[in-house]
């Protein structure tokens, strides 16, 4: 298996139909706003099996967070978890979440984040579900997310924070908002 990472505006239009393609099987749904919000300098973890179809992918954008009175904090967001269902439970998709936590330090993140409907497998790789209230900022706007779907679950880089996991949690906007 082969592990590799591009950028957004680095993939090919073959390379993103496959994405789309990957992340439509493995959720269910057609996927194919994914382009839309992740913008052009998202990371893209893919993994390659030894025949070389994408059998795995995640793609990490920056985006700030404020923790408390904490902030503001680079956080890598972590979007588009994905593994062929004929490739699932063999550590795929472990492998690219443990690639994607490699770039976030590179790019000198302090924490990475991510919404989920399955935090139990997230859990059992550190993440830690956020027990406080939700928000997201838009400019100086701030709108919280009481009816927020999913899970948001955190994981910490930078060894100065202590994380109080029931303080305010607050996400930049992104293009669609939500989480």
Not at 50 to 67: A, M, N, P, Q, Y
Not at 74 to 96: C, E, F, N, S
Not at 155 to 178: C, V
Request: aromatic share 10%; charged share 20%.
């Amino acid at each position: 298996m082969k592990i590799s990472t591009f950028r957004t505006d680095e993939l090919s239009s073959e390379t993103r139909g496959g994405i789309l393609e990957l992340c439509s099987l493995a959720f269910g749904s057609p996927f194919d706003e994914l382009f839309d919000f992740v913008g052009p300098s998202g990371v893209h973890v893919m993994l390659n099996d030894d025949s070389g179809d994408l059998s795995s992918h995640c793609v990490v954008t920056e985006r700030t967070f404020w923790i408390g009175e904490h902030g503001p904090m680079r956080a890598g967001y972590i979007d588009a978890v994905a593994t062929r269902p004929t490739k699932q439970g063999l550590g795929y998709g472990r492998a690219v979440m443990a690639e994607s936590c490699l770039v976030c330090k590179s790019m000198g993140m302090d924490i990475m984040g991510l919404s989920t409907f399955i935090p139990e497998w997230y859990g059992s790789m550190g993440w830690k579900e956020w027990n406080g209230k939700l928000g997201l900022r838009n400019g100086s706007d701030i709108r919280q997310t009481s009816d927020l779907d999913g899970v948001v679950m955190v994981y910490g880089l930078a060894e100065s924070y202590i994380l109080d996991f029931s303080q305010h949690l607050i996400a930049s906007w992104r293009p669609n908002g939500g989480w």
